[in-house]
């Protein structure tokens, strides 16, 4: 996908203060840059960022950090933020193949909303769902793992059932049509906006395991 240049975007998200500059610096104690011991929870690829704003503004006492590695995306997001004041919601621009180099066992829940598909078969390793990535997971939760997928795409979504299962996650909600069936509490993105505008199925799977 071919993103197009935000102009000044660098400088606004340099000026923003959702976003830790120093990742690094506050691995393994994300709780110091929220002051409190709330629970972390982190959307990888978080895009323009109404899913994890809302997540936000809608449960103050859960610490939210979304991740965006593009400026002209992640720009949006800190667009958004401008006359906010939102205490409990930080956001990193960094590539997810880092994860396991900015956390370390403080994570309770990763969000995987709309990921890119990766659909050939040499990039299996770029989706998120991958034991690539689950592998990278272990390190960054705390107690107990948990993941919750939204996507539109049903060959993702069938290889995330299997990737996850294989790597011993239990299923613990499962729709085939996110807007047919009773979910509660659901935030949308920007992308599953868009979608179910079109008519297009939703599916979203939540799994966990006990460490």
Same mark, same amino acid.
């Given at each position: 996908m071919r993103l197009k240049k935000v102009k000044g975007a660098e400088d606004k998200i340099n000026k923003s203060l959702y976003i830790v500059k120093?990742?690094?610096?506050?691995?393994?104690?994300?709780?110091?840059?929220?002051?409190?011991?709330?629970?972390?929870e982190v959307e990888i690829g978080m895009g323009k960022g109404t899913f994890i704003i809302n997540k936000a503004l809608k449960n103050t006492n859960i610490n939210y950090i979304?991740?965006?590695k593009f400026?002209?995306?992640?720009?949006?997001?800190?667009?958004?933020?401008?006359?906010?004041?939102?205490?409990?919601?930080?956001l990193i621009k960094m590539d997810a193949?880092?994860?396991?180099?900015?956390?370390?066992?403080?994570?309770?829940?990763?969000?995987?909303?709309?990921?890119?598909?990766?659909?050939?078969?040499?990039?299996?390793?770029?989706?998120?769902?991958?034991?690539?990535?689950?592998?990278?997971?272990?390190?960054?939760?705390?107690?107990?793992k948990k993941i919750i997928m939204?996507?539109?795409?049903?060959?993702?979504f069938e290889y995330s059932i299997?990737?996850?299962?294989?790597?011993?996650?239990?299923?613990?909600?499962?729709?085939? #049509?996110?807007?047919? #069936?009773?979910?509660?509490e659901n935030i949308p993105t920007e992308y599953e906006t868009k979608f179910v505008s079109k008519g297009q199925k939703i599916y979203m799977i939540s799994v966990y395991k006990n460490i």
């Open positions: 120093d990742p690094d610096y506050y691995r393994g104690n994300f709780k110091s840059l929220f002051k409190n011991d709330n629970p972390i979304g991740i965006e400026d002209s995306v992640i720009v949006r997001a800190v667009e958004k933020l401008e006359n906010l004041e939102i205490k409990n919601l930080k193949i880092e994860i396991d180099n900015i956390f370390d066992k403080e994570i309770d829940v990763v969000y995987l909303n709309f990921s890119d598909p990766w659909p050939k078969t040499r990039h299996e390793k770029r989706r998120l769902s991958s034991i690539n990535f689950l592998k990278k997971y272990d390190s960054i939760f705390k107690n107990s939204k996507t539109d795409n049903r060959k993702l299997k990737s996850f299962t294989d790597y011993n996650y239990k299923i613990d909600e499962i729709s085939l #049509d996110l807007y047919d #069936d009773d979910i509660k």
